[in-house]
DNA sequence: CATGATGTATCAAATAATAATACGTTGTAG
DNA sequence: CTACAACGTATTATTATTTGATACATCATG
């Protein structure tokens, strides 16, 4: 496939990670033909691999169907990833302030390569199921929060990101033209926050706010989402708007002591 | 190391999983030789390993440290656990009103090996960061839930965990003497869910029901945490607990049609 | 009962991972 | 200012490990 024929790439390591990857929102357990088939990998290499997988606690096996899914030692991951991004401990207890100061759902958004993955939500309504768990993956230019972070960028990388991050419906009403985005994201830049309707679910309304780096730019994001059918602009504009882009605010990312604020996750 | 000398057994693939568990709450971000050290592996091992994890987005590196940490995408194999879990999309809604209820924080719990993994939380006040975050992992015996289901094992069942299942302690108040456990237990067969005072964290106070399954028998629980400073146990007795048993009573599992209610989770 | 699809097990062949070694850089101590 | 140690990186011959074809077992279907 594409594995890079370096002396310092291991393919049976890509190719166990490749069987992790298969399992996902559409695909939540699989038997082994299914891993063949999802995978383009060998039926023999599947069948090692996910044995291996098995072996390591990182599948479950049904006894009875022997299917494969997901094991909690997933969760395991996140859990460590948690651990690891500075972020997460700086924004969680502000957002738990925002969560009860304004009795909607909040989430903590990152930017991944063109595309949206939120880290953790906190909600507060029943929602869809998809937008009430973590680690979900959005192509920014669709997201309220994509378009926060562009508006901090400076005009050419913003007309970089404009013109080369992915964009694919997720609801009817999801806007593709670049264009219109594009002055979506100069309104962000003018408000300080970005505003979208049912992009990601129909009716729902997303509001976010840019969390700035010491140098004013921004690879993350404080979103809020609510129903259309209970708020309308207005009342989002006085009663949301104001804690969030507050929230947002007030989040300090530390510029690395010593060294340039590189951050490891953007771009 | 451990590898089975199986030929199912892929022992590359093997290695590179350790390194992903080697990043945890205390290792957040590790060297080359931080990672040698800490998994026990070959340099030249770890080197070829964390590059291909590198190369696969499984792992970022530093440009500057030279260090990695884990990727994004370890919250998107979180995302991919959530969708195969039945139990999150039935407890998630809820759960969220059980949060908006009571104004506390509120988790779903699962068992796993005798640990309790929390699968999702809904803080719902500033806490110590480890109350926030999914994937934590705990000693079950130690926990609210972990009593609360083991109160819905028959006797032989519950005697073998209590004997078996590891105990360590997380506060100064953590209970180890496996007898008092044992009473603990009992109190939550009578009382139908089980209360703790400091076993996870110091001042707070967790309270449990367990969430059964068509046989009665329950692998999760419903969690609910509150401050020992702010409530006592006439309130909690009064305010919480009725709802927290009501909500899990609610969950109802599915047994899966045609097979016996067979779980691949638990033990 | 025959057929096809799937999961499991085995094994010879050779590819692909190994671990020793060497190189370049950085930071610290003498 | 030099020497040394620690670390990340690159290279290579050797060999063990993965490979994938094959065969067998089980189950569902017509």
Redesign the pocket.
């Known amino acids: 496939m594409d594995n890079s024929p370096n002396?310092?790439?291991?393919?049976?390591?890509a190719?166990g990670l490749k069987i992790l990857r298969a399992f996902d929102m559409n695909e939540t357990e699989m038997?082994?033909?299914?891993l063949v088939r999802k995978t383009g990998l060998?039926?023999?290499?599947v069948?090692?691999?996910a044995n291996t997988l098995y072996l390591e606690g990182f599948l479950y096996k049904d006894g009875v169907t022997?299917?494969f899914k997901p094991s909690l030692a997933w969760l395991e991951m996140a859990n460590a990833y948690y651990w690891s991004d500075p972020l997460v401990a700086l924004a969680m207890p502000k957002l738990i302030d925002l969560s009860r100061d304004i009795g909607e759902t909040v989430n903590l958004a990152r930017l991944s390569d063109g595309h949206i993955i939120y880290v953790f939500r906190l909600p507060n309504t029943r929602s869809r199921f998809a937008a009430t768990i973590a680690g979900s993956k959005l192509p920014a230019l669709g997201t309220a929060s994509g378009r926060a972070i562009l508006s901090t960028w400076d005009p050419a990388s913003r007309a970089n990101a404009l013109r080369d991050w992915p964009t694919y419906a997720a609801t009817p009403a999801t806007i593709l033209d670049r264009d219109q985005i594009a002055r979506e994201v100069e309104d962000a830049v003018r408000n300080g926050y970005s505003i979208t309707h049912g992009q990601a679910l129909v009716n729902e309304i997303s509001i976010a706010a840019p969390i700035r780096d010491a140098s004013g730019r921004a690879t993350a994001a404080v979103q809020c989402s609510v129903s259309g059918l209970q708020w309308d602009h207005d009342r989002i504009t006085a009663n949301i708007v104001p804690a969030l882009t507050n929230t947002a605010n007030s989040i300090l990312i530390p510029s690395r002591a010593g060294y340039p604020n590189a951050d490891m996750n953007d771009q």
């Open positions: 002396t310092l790439f291991v393919g049976s390591l190719k038997s082994l033909s299914e060998d039926k023999s290499s069948q090692r691999l022997r299917r």
